[in-house]
C-alpha cells in the first residue's frame, strides 16, 4: 500500500492495522520516504539481516583466507620482512617520534 506522507499523518491509527497485514509505504514528494512495518515484520527482517558477531566473521574470513595466510606466514619465516637487511638495528632505532620544542 501507498499512501502520501499526509494522508499517514490523518490516517494513523488505520495504517498501523493495516501494516499487521502489508507494509506501508509512505511517499514525500512522489518517493518513497518511509515504511510502516509491524513488528512482527521488522523483528522477522532484523532477524535474518544477516548480522553476525566479530567473532563469527573472523571465522568466517579465517575460514576463506586460512591458506593464503599460512602461505604468507610461512614465506615470511623463511625469507623474512623484505627490507628487514636495510633498517638499522632495533638498539639504534628511535622508540618514539622526537618532539620539538
Given at each position: ?65 586460512g591458506d593464503w595466510i599460512e602461505a604468507q606466514n610461512a614465506r615470511f619465516d623463511a625469507l623474512g ?21
Amino acid at each position: 500500500m501507498r499512501v502520501t506522507a499526509t494522508e499517514a499523518k490523518n490516517r494513523f491509527g488505520s495504517l498501523c492495522a493495516q501494516a499487521k497485514r502489508e507494509p506501508v509505504f509512505v511517499e514525500k514528494a512522489g518517493h518513497i520516504d518511509t515504511v510502516i512495518l509491524s513488528a512482527e515484520q521488522y523483528l522477522s527482517l532484523q532477524a535474518s539481516s544477516g548480522k553476525s558477531t566479530r567473532a563469527a566473521r573472523k571465522k568466517a574470513f579465517e575460514a576463506e583466507f586460512g591458506d593464503w595466510i599460512e602461505a604468507q606466514n610461512a614465506r615470511f619465516d623463511a625469507l623474512g620482512i623484505p627490507g628487514e637487511d636495510l633498517r638499522p638495528p632495533a638498539a639504534a632505532r628511535p622508540t618514539a617520534f622526537p618532539t620539538w620544542s
